[in-house]
């Protein structure tokens, strides 16, 4: 059926744009904010998803504090075919708006019963860039292809939290974004249950995954690696971007070296250095500096308390909580995707950013022999 998006010149198969071209329950379509504050004592994560194989979208926000405490407000509808204006999406008392293409997003989460509400609007400081084309097989079988493109800029709006508004000052925000679509495994896309009688997974000898956007005054930098427990990698992919503002073109990072430190109630990075080896062969050293966390598992990446991103709940679903990320218990649930918000110092430069990451089974350089 038509949909407002059929309005734009924009068709590439002979259809409408109210469904995609294959019936992939895992098929996935996400945008992702999230920030801090540079002092480390708070940070935010909010998005949504829409499955169009499985009739579902959904949205999250969650902030969590220095301290350990992290409060999540999700909601849930039945994904109808768009009937507002283009670029405007809601659900419940989420709304997601584009307000330049490329450029500059908006997320709102009206207030509500669950007391975690925001407005959030994100314009960019540097241009948006695409991830890597990730296409693998298992089997014969697609386990992933999907497309991303990310964006780091600044941010203005408010957090409420209970009742206690907390102003966003753009100087002192660290704040970036993605938008992705297509299959996807793993949290927040392609781990929901397509039925019990399928042939069990392959289980790796170990997965080292990473990933580093990494902002300093005049330079981006952007990497990604996925590797076997040899340190072989599989998947990669690395960027230097400038502000849009100086006309600079992008330049390109061919390889990354880590050495890396981790918690030892967790594996979670907590310190180190990343060596990158940019495209003219010159190199510069990362140090990362750990600040605070965050654990996207908790707002449906990952199944937590009875719900996971991509879940039918009908056409209202609403809920939210509170959880001491410090209690190993209530984060055991959740620990397989880590992010870290870090400053980071390169070429005797300052900078903040993020290191997520994926790390299980075993990986003998750390010191790791299994699962």
Not at 231 to 243: A, D, H, N
Not at 267 to 289: A, C, L, M, N, Q
Request: net charge negative.
């Amino acid at each position: 059926m038509l949909t407002p998006n059929d309005e734009i010149l924009a068709h590439q198969l002979p259809t409408t744009f109210d469904h995609v071209s294959q019936s992939d329950l895992r098929w996935v379509e996400r945008v992702v904010m999230y920030g801090f504050d540079k002092s480390g004592d708070i940070n935010v994560m909010t998005g949504m998803a829409r499955y169009p194989n499985r009739n579902v979208t959904d949205a999250y926000a969650m902030v969590t504090k220095r301290g350990g405490e992290a409060k999540v407000v999700r909601m849930s509808t039945t994904l109808n075919p768009q009937t507002g204006g283009l670029g405007e999406y809601n659900i419940g008392p989420y709304t997601y708006t584009i307000e330049e293409p490329l450029r500059q997003v908006r997320t709102r989460v009206a207030p509500n019963d669950q007391g975690l509400s925001l407005d959030l609007r994100l314009t960019g400081q540097f241009d948006t860039y695409e991830q890597t084309a990730a296409f693998h097989r298992v089997r014969g079988r697609v386990s992933e292809d999907a497309r991303r493109f990310y964006q780091n800029g600044v941010v203005e709006g408010w957090i409420d939290i209970d009742g206690e508004r907390i102003e966003i000052d753009p100087q002192r925000w660290w704040f970036g974004r993605d938008h992705s679509w297509g299959i996807r495994n793993g949290g927040g896309g392609g781990s929901l249950s397509e039925g019990t009688e399928l042939q069990p997974g392959e289980l790796p000898e170990g997965v080292l995954y990473y990933m580093g956007i990494f902002q300093f005054d005049d330079e981006l930098v952007h990497f990604a690696q996925r590797e076997n427990s040899d340190g072989s990698r599989w998947q990669f992919e690395g960027e230097l971007l400038y502000p849009t503002e100086s006309g600079r073109p992008h330049a390109t990072i061919i390889d990354v070296e880590h050495d890396l430190k981790f918690r030892n109630d967790a594996r979670v990075v907590s310190g180190g250095t990343f060596t990158i080896i940019r495209g003219d062969r010159s190199t510069s050293t990362i140090e990362v500096h750990p600040m605070t966390d965050f654990w996207p598992g908790l707002a449906g990446y990952d199944h937590y308390n009875g719900y996971a991103s991509g879940y039918y709940r009908g056409d209202n679903f609403l809920d939210g909580f509170s959880v001491d990320t410090n209690n190993p218990e209530a984060l055991a649930p959740v620990r397989m995707l880590s992010e870290t918000l870090c400053e980071v110092r390169m070429d005797d430069k300052v900078g903040h950013g993020l290191v997520e990451m994926v790390f299980m089974g075993a990986y003998p350089r750390y010191g790791y022999t299994g699962w």
